[in-house]
């Protein structure tokens, strides 16, 4: 009977270890699932708003956050220029250094338009 136990803790940690590896090779494609759910978020805005909002890529404050993959982004309007931010956290922080936000705004709309050249 103990030698039962025995094969059953091996057969389900040899279980596990397969899940894992089966795991591994869908990975990469977790990337491209979310670029489809924030294209699919973007596709809420209006056709203006997105390519406003495609044009500055990731949050103003959370810049390593793409914009769309928290839900749809929320637009505001800093000093007559509109900017984007991941969620309402953000939309605080934005506000509260205006003249920051906006030159992170800037750096971004540059970095998407490299990014786009490569
Ligand atoms: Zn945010």
Request: charged residues 20%.
């Given at each position: 009977?103990?030698?039962?136990?025995?094969?059953?803790?091996?057969?389900?940690?040899?279980?596990?270890?397969?899940?894992?590896?089966?795991?591994?090779?869908?990975?990469?494609?977790a990337?491209?699932?979310?670029?489809?759910?924030?294209?699919a978020?973007?596709?809420?805005?209006?056709?203006?708003?997105?390519?406003?909002?495609?044009?500055?890529?990731?949050?103003?404050?959370?810049?390593?956050?793409?914009?769309?993959?928290?839900?749809?982004?929320?637009?505001?309007?800093?000093?007559?220029?509109?900017?984007?931010?991941?969620?309402?956290?953000?939309?605080?922080?934005?506000?509260?250094?205006?003249?920051?936000?906006?030159a992170?705004?800037?750096?971004l709309?540059?970095?998407?338009?490299?990014?786009?050249?490569?």
């Open positions: 009977m103990k030698r039962f136990c025995l094969i059953a803790t091996c057969v389900c940690g040899l279980a596990f270890s397969l899940v894992g590896c089966s795991g591994a090779p869908s990975a990469p494609s990337g491209s699932n979310a670029d489809t759910k924030q294209a978020t973007l596709v809420k805005l209006s056709d203006e708003d997105r390519v406003s909002a495609t044009a500055q890529g990731y949050c103003a404050v959370m810049t390593s956050e793409p914009l769309g993959s928290m839900g749809v982004p929320l637009k505001l309007s800093i000093k007559d220029q509109t900017i984007w931010v991941c969620c309402k956290g953000c939309e605080k922080k934005a506000l509260a250094n205006p003249d920051q936000t906006l992170k705004v800037a750096e709309k540059a970095q998407v338009i490299s990014d786009q050249s490569k």
